[in-house]
């Protein structure tokens, strides 16, 4: 696709169960972020991919969060045992290659979690 | 705590008018972008600039920038009512023209008709 491409748009669930988020990032782009934006907040950064680098995990909130990115493109954001604050708007972006000019991030639309 | 803080947190215009929306950072930086949301959703990239430019137009935008000072301005001339968003400034890490942006706490747009 033309766009960074994420799914579900929305997800409800209980509290306690593991939500898995993908995202699909602009061909060619190798790097991707993951943020998450709750009812009137900023954008609070999670994970950054770049590359075959190790991820920046620095953003994460506890180690009920997780994600991965294989083969360099997709990426799985991972909740387990969700949690009422858990909910938020969950972002994905992706930019080109550091070196080639500084880094616009391209954004999905998101997926609207709910945890019930 | 957030690396770009927005000012006014909300603004609210009459179609035609400008608006103009603040940004302030903490540390040296090598560009700032400015970022528009509509609806909560995706994020759309408005303009960059890099720390050797003082000004930068887009279209109806305009886009300061006060290393000295810290801060940048996001001008938009001839408001519109599709104008009505939140508006974000983002800096990437000190040093550094890419790497994961630290967004301001953003500007809500309304732009009466």
């Known amino acids: 696709g033309a766009g960074v491409s994420q799914s579900p748009s929305n997800k409800v669930t209980e509290k306690g169960k593991d939500v898995e988020l993908r995202c699909d990032p602009i061909s060619g782009h190798t790097a991707l972020y993951w943020y998450r934006q709750s009812l009137g907040q900023g954008l609070e950064f999670l994970i950054y991919?770049?590359?075959?680098?190790?991820?920046?995990k620095s953003g994460l909130p506890s180690d009920r969060f997780s994600a991965e990115r294989t083969g360099g493109s997709v990426s799985t954001l991972t909740i387990q045992r969700t949690q009422q604050e858990d909910s938020a708007v969950y972002l994905c972006a992706s930019s080109i290659p550091p070196g080639q000019g500084s880094q616009k991030l391209f954004f999905g639309s998101g997926t609207q979690l709910s945890v019930l | 705590s957030q690396q770009g803080e927005e000012d006014p947190q909300a603004l609210s215009i009459q179609e035609g008018e400008n608006a103009t929306m603040n940004c302030s950072y903490k540390?040296?930086?090598?560009?700032l972008q400015w970022y528009r949301q509509n609806s909560g959703r995706g994020l759309v990239h408005l303009i960059l600039i890099r720390s050797n430019e003082r000004e930068k137009h887009s279209g109806r935008l305009r886009v300061t920038l006060d290393t000295s000072k810290k801060s940048s301005s996001l001008l938009i001339t001839a408001s519109r009512a599709a104008d009505t968003a939140s508006y974000f400034c983002?800096?990437?890490?000190?040093?550094?023209?890419?790497?994961?942006?630290?967004f301001g706490q953003g500007t809500i747009l309304t732009v009466h008709p």
């Open positions: 991919f770049q590359g075959n680098s190790a991820p920046d």
């Open positions: 540390t040296s930086i090598n560009n």
């Open positions: 983002a800096t990437p890490p000190r040093g550094t023209s890419y790497g994961k942006l630290t």
